[in-house]
């Protein structure tokens, strides 16, 4: 099945006094490969400008801008047009011997970011604890474990907008069991690195499954590859897998190297930001 959606997203910041110039990257295209087409896509800000875009060294489409006048808010407006699937489903078990072709694939040069630690994905006293007192440990099959260990967090923690912030360490969530998307990614994705399975962090939209208009944010889950399978989608907040309705913006180690803006201003001001995302499924 192909799902086909409209696509857009709005973020805004005010200044509580006049900023002379700001540059700022964006990740906002939709990513493009087999399974997802970009019928269209567009950036437009207030104030107006040249954008250029850029590959990342994720091989996600970003874009960067420059605007070196005085201005007092800066609004961003995305939109895009966007199929995707069918979505091939992974099968539920992987053949004999896959956590030694997992451990045989180590020197793999693109898998080998996503096995190791980076500044949101990693290991902790905290996590230690964590795995400990629930028993969270691999199974025989990599794939089935990873599917156990996502039913297991969405279980365990309790969805809570406005308990974390974008800067918000893995503690934060195994401390409280309270955090929004961004935090159920990076804790599913740090254990499953220790485990041994290259995982990375996506963000992006999820999408309504029937035709009608959403209105929300935008989402994070994780996506751990497999010997044979290859990359496969998990999303712990809601606990399913990728499918037709998670549309992928960029991958990255974790939020640190993919978030929707980044970027600095020259002024004495104090920033605000608000973000809205309308998805229209047809």
């Known amino acids: 099945m192909i799902a086909r959606y409209a696509i857009e997203h709005r973020i805004r910041f005010e200044y509580d006094a006049p900023v002379r110039s700001e540059v700022m990257t964006l990740h906002l295209g939709p990513l493009r490969d087999r399974v997802q087409v970009v019928r269209a896509f567009s950036v437009h800000t207030d104030p107006d400008g040249p954008l250029f875009e850029f590959i990342d060294p994720f091989g996600n489409s970003a874009h960067f801008l420059d605007r070196a006048r005085v201005h007092d808010r800066l609004e961003i407006v995305a939109r895009s047009h966007v199929e995707v699937g069918p979505v091939p489903p992974a099968p539920k078990r992987l053949e004999a011997g896959a956590w030694q072709a997992l451990r ?70 195994l401390e409280t ?97 608000e973000a809205e995302v309308v998805i229209e499924r047809r």
């Open 177 to 273: 069991g309270k955090g929004v998307c961004q935090d159920y990614a990076h804790v599913m994705a740090s254990i499953l690195r220790r485990w041994g399975i290259p995982c990375r962090y996506v963000s992006g939209y999820l999408a309504p499954s029937e035709e009608q208009v959403t209105t929300g944010e935008s989402h994070a889950w994780v996506e751990g590859w497999f010997p044979g399978t290859g990359w496969t989608g998990f999303d712990p907040t809601n606990d399913t897998e990728g499918d037709e309705r998670h549309v992928r913006v960029a991958v990255g180690r974790d939020y640190a190297d993919v978030p929707p803006t980044r970027g600095v201003f020259q002024g004495a001001a104090r920033s605000t930001i």
């Open 104 to 173: 045989e694939a180590r020197g793999d040069v693109e898998l080998w970011p996503m096995r190791h630690a980076s500044a949101f994905v990693r290991s902790s006293p905290a996590l230690e604890r964590f795995l400990a007192v629930h028993g969270l440990e691999p199974g025989e099959d990599p794939l089935a474990s990873a599917r156990e260990l996502r039913a297991k967090l969405f279980r365990l923690f309790e969805y809570v907008p406005g308990s974390t912030t974008a800067e918000s360490p893995i503690e934060t969530i």
